[in-house]
Nanobody, 121 residues
Framework: QVHLVESGGGLVQPGGSLRLSCAAS????????MSWHRRQAPGQQPEWVA????????KYADSVKGRFTISRDSAKNTTYLQMSDLTPEDTAVYYC??????????????WGQGTPVTVSS
């Protein structure tokens, strides 16, 4: 069993910044990648935001490129999403996703519960 715990969400004014964290714990043999997704409205499919893999290669959605930075601390199995120049369109529940090999070398995925971000004046 793997648990992902997100933190760092909250209310921020337009143009402001927030840093989200996602800590993974449990039966992890190795991590393939960690990603952030967001759901901007109930019932919508989550939108992919950013990914960092085990080689520290990062990718971003066009909507956040240049404003968001994904990073990780491999020793802590933790990923971060630094969000800057936030706009109301960034308002969403942000979810952490982990693709990993478990102790049985089975490739699988886990999701966090989500942390809400509201950008409003």
């Amino acid at each position: 069993q793997v648990h992902l715990v997100e933190s760092g969400g909250g209310l921020v004014q337009p143009g402001g910044s927030l840093r989200l964290s996602c800590a993974a714990s449990g039966s992890i043999f190795s991590i393939y990648s960690m990603s952030w997704h967001r759901r901007q409205a109930p019932g919508q499919q989550p939108e992919w935001v950013a990914t960092i893999n085990s080689a520290d290669i990062t990718k971003y959605a066009d909507s956040v490129k240049g404003r968001f930075t994904i990073s990780r601390d491999s020793a802590k199995n933790t990923t971060y999403l630094q969000m800057s120049d936030l706009t109301p369109e960034d308002t969403a529940v942000y979810y952490c996703n982990l693709d990993y090999y478990d102790a049985s070398y089975y490739f699988t995925s886990a999701w966090g519960q989500g942390t809400p971000v509201t950008v409003s004046s």
